[in-house]
């Protein structure tokens, strides 16, 4: 592509040719053509709109750079945000070698973090349950190689590149009816154990019964890939559009809301936030919370299940029966304390006025202290 481009005529071009040569000595091909490119359109833009600027000294952020960034803006059709910030932060390093080999510390300060256009953070896309039915009925009803590829996504919230990279023996037994999954180095360069039921069983043996005899990497691999890495995740992603497009579905669903839809259902399973974080591979709680999906639905059930599981009922105490006494030793007062702690407690829940619960709520917290102190006295010597 640069071999085409016509040269560019203008007294800058030498200077930016040369820091652009600088920083990719090191760099591929394609590298150095996107930062040729990149010179090409900024100095192409400075000759139709600032003919009289000659020299490195006469660049000012406004109006040279703040015109440039305009421009790109202004493209129609208009620049992927990604493309944008490729072209920018190449601009703003040729700069800084400019600044530094011209010994012109301004052009370092030309453009700036602010001037890079940031990422679109996009929310998490879990399927409705409608999709998701829809969608599982036609992948079983199918049954062939790239439907129950697709169902192990679903069921594992695998990333479809670890999916592709799963060993043959990617199944393991942990113990009696218990199984896990494999899941070598992925994105986050983790390795990883998932737990997996009879179903993704029985997937992984229908993969194994559909790899063909004379697969070139058989023995090692589950998913063989006569084309390449490459092609097979080309081919299920394509696969998935088919069956969606079947399945009536309009739209645009993707591999990766698999994973979505499988950390919201481990969620909405009971399984807490640090075990979803390991089932998804994650290094922070706070990707994983990009994954759940967290209905109002979700909120009343976490509600009621707090309610019915007050703070002072773990354990539960041991209520002695209405035929029989308490016994008259410190585990015997022990229980009753415990006893009245839960009994106050389902009291105070009852209790309307505010005034009164947290009189309520006070008393519940003397009596915490006098179980602790009270526990004390079962100690050697004592």
Not at 63 to 83: C, D, E, M, V
Not at 199 to 210: A, D, G, K, P
Not at 317 to 333: C, T
Request: proline share 8%; aromatic share 4%.
């Amino acid at each position: 592509m640069g071999s085409r481009r016509v040269p560019i005529q203008h007294p800058l071009a030498q200077l930016f040719q040369r820091a652009a040569e600088s920083l990719t000595t090191s760099l591929g091909d394609s590298s150095v053509a996107e930062y040729q490119g990149t010179v090409h359109l900024f100095l192409t833009y400075l000759t139709a709109h600032h003919p009289q600027t000659h020299s490195l000294e006469q660049l000012q952020r406004d109006p040279h750079i703040l015109g440039w960034l305009n421009q790109l803006r202004s493209r129609t059709p208009p620049l992927a945000k990604f493309t944008m910030a490729a072209r920018i932060v190449r601009l703003r390093r040729v700069l800084e070698e400019l600044a530094w080999t011209q010994q012109l510390p301004a052009l370092a300060h030309l453009l700036g973090r602010d001037d890079i256009p940031r990422r679109d953070h996009h929310l998490p896309r879990p399927l409705t349950p409608e999709q998701d039915q829809r969608i599982q009925q036609e992948l079983r009803r199918r049954n062939d190689f790239a439907s129950n590829v697709l169902l192990l996504l679903r069921h594992t919230g695998m990333r479809i590149g670890e999916c592709v990279d799963l060993s043959l023996d990617c199944l393991r037994p942990l113990g009696p009816d218990q199984w896990v999954i494999h899941v070598p180095l992925g994105k986050l360069g983790t390795e990883r154990w998932v737990p997996v039921d009879s179903l993704v069983c029985q997937i992984i043996e229908r993969l194994r019964s559909l790899r063909p005899p004379a697969a070139i990497d058989a023995g090692r691999l589950l998913l063989p890939r006569p084309r390449g890495r490459y092609m097979l995740i080309r081919k299920l992603r394509a696969a998935l559009q088919h069956v969606v497009t079947t399945a009536g579905i309009t739209a645009r669903i993707v591999p990766h809301q698999f994973r979505h839809t499988y950390a919201s259902e481990m969620f909405r399973a009971g399984v807490g936030l640090p075990a979803v974080m390991q089932l998804l591979g994650h290094k922070s709680p706070r990707m994983t919370l990009h994954y759940l999906e967290i209905t109002q639905q979700d909120l009343q059930r976490e509600f009621h299940l707090a309610r019915s599981q007050p703070r002072y009922l773990a354990p539960p105490p041991r209520v002695p029966s209405s035929n029989s006494l308490p016994r008259a030793d410190l585990a015997g007062l022990l229980d009753s304390l415990r006893a009245a702690q839960h009994v106050l407690e389902m009291f105070r829940r009852s209790v309307i006025d505010t005034s009164a619960s947290r009189i309520l709520g006070r008393l519940a917290n003397r009596l915490i202290k006098i179980v602790t102190e009270a526990a004390k006295l079962d100690m050697p010597g004592k």
